[in-house]
């Protein structure tokens, strides 16, 4: 059900059930949240009276979280102050990273603070955007496994089978976000896939 937090802003609370398929017959683990839901004119607020009064209320009976975020958190400067969420969840688009500059949301994501899902499932890297920039340039965001080496290839055919597709560029996954400036082959369009080794 709705909760507050210390401001008097509805946050939620929430109930995840998860179990381990591995093993049969076992009952299901039922993890109880409450989070907050911030949306700050400045996006390096610690929150740290949001924080403080749901873990004086919930400490230990309840995960406490960043349930929303417009933009993306400063983790980092949170955890100097104390406030350490269980975890965080950014909007997408205008209201979550893609409002914070490219090397803002690359050094949250990058810090040895925060571990992001695609750490945790290591799920295979994906492009999520393609923005033209001034030039005529491509710039390509997109997650990826943090350490693992990627190669980003073109081809101006999607059927081509995919060793015959041009190498643009190679390099290693620093978090959970990267941006690859690739330039238009040709000036023609075309299709771009990014593999890992």
């Not at 076992?26 to 607020?45: C, K, N, S």
């Not at 969840?89 to 992001?116: D, N």
């Not at 393609?130 to 190669?151: I, M």
Request: hydrophobic residues 35%.
């Amino acid at each position: 059900g709705p909760g507050r937090d210390a401001r008097g802003e509805a946050g939620q609370q929430v109930t995840l059930v998860t179990r381990d398929r591995s093993t049969p017959c076992q009952r299901p683990t039922i993890h109880r949240i409450v989070g907050v839901d911030a949306y700050p004119a400045d996006r390096r607020d610690t929150l740290s009276g949001s924080w403080a009064a749901l873990l004086a209320r919930f400490n230990g009976r309840k995960l406490v979280a960043l349930t929303e975020f417009g933009g993306v958190p400063d983790i980092e400067r949170m955890h100097r102050f104390g406030v350490r969420w269980a975890y965080f969840l950014s909007w997408s688009g205008t209201y979550g990273p893609g409002s914070e500059s490219v090397e803002t949301v690359a050094r949250i994501y990058q810090s040895p603070e925060v571990i992001t899902v695609d750490e945790l499932n290591s799920a295979p890297p994906v492009i999520m955007e393609a923005v033209r920039q001034p030039g005529g340039t491509l710039q390509l965001r997109g997650t990826g496994p943090r350490g693992a080496k990627y190669r980003l290839l073109f081809s101006g055919e999607l059927q081509k089978p995919v060793g015959q597709w041009a190498a643009k560029a190679n390099g290693s996954f620093l978090g959970g976000v990267f941006v690859i400036p690739a330039g238009v082959e040709g000036g023609n369009p075309g299709f771009y896939r990014l593999v890992t080794p």
